[in-house]
C-alpha cells in the first residue's frame, strides 16, 4: 500500500494515506522493521482520524445550504471554496465543495465515519434530491 510515515522527535509516528486497517498494520510494521523497532509496538497502535471522501453526484448552492444551516455552517468563499458543516454530536466536520464532493474528518472510530455521512446525506440533501454514497 501506498502510505506516508511521519516520525517526531518525542518517538510518535504518524501513518497517513493507508485505506484499510490491514494496510495500516502493515505501514507500521514496515517502518518498525526498517528502524530495527521490536514489532511488539504494533500493539499500542491506535488509529485516532478516519476521513472520509463523498460525493452528492450533482452541483450544490452553498449559499442556500449555509442559510439554512446557519449555526452550523462557516463559509467564507472569499477565503476557502468549501462550506464547513461542524456536526456537535459526532465531533465531526464535513467538508463541502460546490461540486458536490465532501471531505468528513475528526471521526474517532469507523463507526462515525457512517453516521456522519448519514447525517450529511440528509443535510446535502436539502440542496439537492441526488442519491448520496461514500466513494469506495
Known amino acids: 500500500p501506498k502510505v506516508t510515515m511521519l516520525l517526531f522527535k518525542n518517538g510518535n509516528l ?15 510494521e514496515t517502518v518498525l522493521k526498517m528502524l530495527n ?11 485516532s482520524n478516519y476521513v472520509a471522501i463523498g460525493t452528492a453526484n450533482s452541483q450544490l448552492d452553498l449559499s442556500v445550504l449555509r442559510k439554512k444551516c446557519k449555526p452550523y455552517v462557516v463559509f467564507e468563499p472569499e477565503l476557502f471554496p468549501g462550506l464547513k458543516y461542524l456536526m456537535k ?33 440528509s443535510v446535502l440533501n436539502i440542496c439537492s434530491n441526488s442519491t448520496l454514497s461514500l466513494c469506495p
Open 14 to 28: 504518524v501513518l497517513i494515506g493507508a485505506k484499510t486497517q490491514e494496510d495500516v498494520r502493515f505501514g507500521f
Open 89 to 121: 454530536n459526532q465531533q465531526v466536520t464535513a467538508i463541502v465543495f460546490s461540486s458536490g464532493k465532501y471531505i468528513l474528518t475528526g471521526c474517532k472510530i469507523l463507526s462515525n465515519v457512517h453516521s456522519a455521512n448519514a447525517i450529511i446525506c
Open 37 to 47: 523497532c521490536s514489532t511488539k509496538l504494533l500493539d499500542k497502535v491506535e488509529i
